[in-house]
């Protein structure tokens, strides 16, 4: 383990290849904390995976050995001093796609190795949460809400490498659900972007089940509304462009009413786990935390209890190296760098202790 390096400014490279974007970033942390961010690269695969309505991990996988090196490269260049400005190489090690992880920590591990840099792997998900700090200086602990294409989480965070998972989903996760309405409504790929354009053409008028709604269990369910809006959907076919509208916003907004109940039954616990004085904030991240009915439905929650609301830029939220780069200079202001045997894992959950929420797959 490096020693502890608190005392000086640390710049590190980030990589990140755990699912659809191939992104590398240089950031520069202070001894105070404070972040700059002095490069970020990010080129994602959208195209190459629209036409299958989905991403495929094997063509992910390709891609990122195309792409990687590109972009580490360019994120270098833009640093002026290249590979003297490194203190050290961070990557995604997981979770997350296995193929495009061993790419990205496999080439921060030859860049390490090569430099003589100390190696960080970084959790995907505490690369999320940390971003706050980099943003906002904010202070631990606070509560996150993840809501991206492959997570719906929400979690304490207590510290670095100390979380409580408060809720996760039971089936799908919030933007997959996105995709998936989209895709059954014929609306394409990315679904959350198209499913939100659309939505703002129609009227919230069909019914739709709120699985998991008012449970003291702080967890999400979305696979039945899924099923009730293909049921909807088929009960109106052929569909008109008003049904489609319709449907559409009906979903959304129920989608609102479910991440509304279950991050204020969040907030409940995390004011019960660390007590009224406690600092009231929720960071949002993820990709679906672009859309803007979610933003007013978690305004609303947050002024109710309390809570700061911190949603990072759009860029910061959605995957990305900067985040990568930051976490890795977090950890390695504590000393904590990882040998070279690191591996790259499918699975890695930030809280590792939380019970199995009953009925869950097995999504980190
Ligand atoms: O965080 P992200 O860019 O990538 C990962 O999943 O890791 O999130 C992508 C997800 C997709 O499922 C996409 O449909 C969803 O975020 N999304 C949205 C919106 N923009 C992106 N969901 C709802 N409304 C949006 N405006
Ligand atoms: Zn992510």
Known sequence: MAPPTKDKPLTLLGIETSCDETAAAVVRRGSDGSGEILSSVVRSQLDLHAAYGGVVPEIAARAHVEMLDVAIKQALAETELYFDALDGVAAASGPGLIGGLIVGVVTGKAIALGRGLPFIA??????????????????????????????????????????????????????????????????????????????????????????????TEPHFSL?????????????????????????????????????????????????????????????????????????????????KHSFRLIVPPPALCTDNAVMIAWAGAERLARGLADDLSAPARARWPLDPDAPPALGAGVKA
């Not at 690369?127 to 202070?139: I, M, V, Y």
């Not at 559409?248 to 609102?256: K, M, P, R, Y």
């Not at 409940?268 to 406690?278: F, H, K, N, P, S």
């Open 223 to 303: 696979a039945g509304l899924k099923t009730a809006l293909r049921h909807e959907a088929l009960a109106r076919a052929p569909l008109s462009d008003k049904d489609i509208a319709d449907l559409a916003a009906s979903f959304q907004e129920v989608v609102a009413d479910i991440v509304r109940d279950r991050t204020a039954r969040a907030m409940e616990l995390y004011v019960e786990r660390l007590g009224a004085q406690t600092q009231r904030a929720l960071v949002v991240a993820g990709g679906v935390a672009a859309n803007k009915r979610l933003a007013s439905a978690l305004e609303a929650v947050a002024q």
């Open 122 to 215: 970084i959790n995907h998900l505490e690369a999320h949460a940390l971003t706050a700090r980099l943003t906002d200086k904010l202070a631990f602990p606070y509560l996150l809400l993840l809501v991206s294409g492959g997570h719906t989480q929400t979690l304490i965070v207590e510290d670095i490498s100390s979380y409580e998972r408060l809720g996760t989903t039971l089936d799908d996760a919030l933007g997959e659900a996105f995709d998936k309405a989209a895709k059954l409504l014929g609306l394409g790929y990315p679904g959350g972007p198209a499913v939100e354009g659309c939505a703002a053409r129609g009227r919230p008028t069909i019914a739709l089940p709120r699985p998991m709604f008012g449970r």
